[in-house]
Nanobody, 115 residues
Framework: QVQLVESGGGLVQPGGSLRLSCAPS????????MGWYRQATGKQRELVAA???????VYATSVKGRFTISRDNAKNTVYLQMNSLKPEDSAVYYC?????????WGQGTQVTVSS
């Protein structure tokens, strides 16, 4: 079964940057939207950013102007560039891919923003 493989999480100081990547482990066709969600301890999972196959994007209000989502359709890869990180951005970040047939979630990657 195809899985989503995430990378790029880690520990960073406030004001720093990280870039997350997510790609399927095998062939995945008919990809439509790709996105990133996050879940902080004790909180519900929330949408961070999403991008459609045509390149339209949507962002959570809390990350607008700091985070940028992009995708490489040739590689079926989605990226999340995170700048000016704040402690409240600390969470497990999950990649999600919607195809014409199913929804896929990544295993999650931890992002910790702390001095």
């Amino acid at each position: 079964q195809v899985q989503l493989v995430e990378s790029g999480g880690g520990l960073v100081q406030p004001g720093g940057s990280l870039r997350l990547s997510c790609a399927p482990s095998g062939i995945m066709s008919s990809i439509k939207a790709m996105g990133w969600y996050r879940q902080a301890t004790g909180k519900q999972r929330e949408l961070v950013a999403a991008i459609t196959s045509s390149g339209s994007t949507v962002y959570a209000t809390s990350v607008k102007g700091r985070f940028t989502i992009s995708r490489d359709n040739a590689k079926n890869t989605v990226y999340l560039q995170m700048n000016s990180l704040k402690p409240e951005d600390s969470a497990v970040y999950y990649c999600k891919v919607d195809t014409s047939f199913a929804h896929y979630w990544g295993q999650g990657t931890q992002v910790t923003v702390s001095s």
